[in-house]
């Protein structure tokens, strides 16, 4: 199948879940080109992922279509300038020294970046993402933070070979995420799925996935 219809059959199958809101699909164009990308945008994809900063900033200059941007892999602080210029929202937020350098890129050009907290639920130590003992001092960091706007959570589940030992995980995500929402004003996107556990994620209440394989195919590496 092409780039076109495996997306479009990801997007219906997602569609199928019986739920008031929309699941965001996330095409993530890590070591895809270009052509694959636009394919996936002209298909009806409103959102792209890129794991790299310096990647995503040499495919977007020649992309030439409109989708919301999202890094969804780790950020050093000292690329925080670059991200904030090239993404509309950074999914890996994880420290407060990296939230502070975010903070202070996007004041640099004035801009307020939305962002995502990435939890490390799983406590996997091989794994970025805040661990949930710390988790609301970086929120109440972020939260007092003037160019930044926290809009929810990401999460990268353990790649087991049963992906139904994810969903207790995804289950405890959801939670707290609901739990958070009650407090926050702009707390929308629970981000949390990917290629080989995205229907579990949904099934659990995820509300963005990040899917790369099944609609591009296997990565080619260099």
């Not at 794991?51 to 892999?73: C, M, S, Y």
């Not at 139904?164 to 929402?181: G, N, T, V, W, Y």
Request: proline share 1%.
């Amino acid at each position: 199948m092409s780039v076109a219809e495996n997306f479009r059959a990801i997007r219906a199958e997602l569609d199928s879940f019986a739920r008031n809101e929309k699941i965001i699909l996330v095409a993530v164009t890590k070591n895809h080109g270009v052509e694959q990308m636009r394919e996936a945008i002209d298909a009806g994809a409103t959102d792209i992922g890129e794991n790299r900063v310096q990647e995503a900033a040499e495919k977007f200059q020649t992309l030439d279509r409109a989708a919301r941007r999202h890094l969804i892999g780790h950020l050093q602080t000292n690329k925080a300038k670059a991200a904030v210029k090239l993404f509309d929202v950074i999914q890996s937020v994880d420290s407060q020294h990296l939230a502070a350098a975010v903070d202070k890129a996007a004041s640099s050009i004035g801009k307020v970046q939305d962002i995502l907290i990435q939890v490390n639920v799983a406590r996997e130590p091989q794994k970025s993402g805040v661990l949930l003992e710390d988790l609301d001092a970086l929120i109440n960091f972020v939260d007092a933070a003037k160019n930044l706007r926290l809009r929810g959570l990401m999460m990268i589940a353990p790649n087991f070979s049963d992906v139904e030992e994810c969903r207790p995980l995804f289950k405890k995500m959801r939670e707290l995420f609901d739990a958070l929402k009650t407090q926050q004003e702009n707390f929308d996107l629970l981000s949390m799925g990917m290629t080989h556990d995205y229907k579990v994620a949904a099934e659990e209440g995820a509300n963005v996935v990040r899917i790369g394989t099944a609609i591009f195919g296997e990565r080619l590496y260099t």
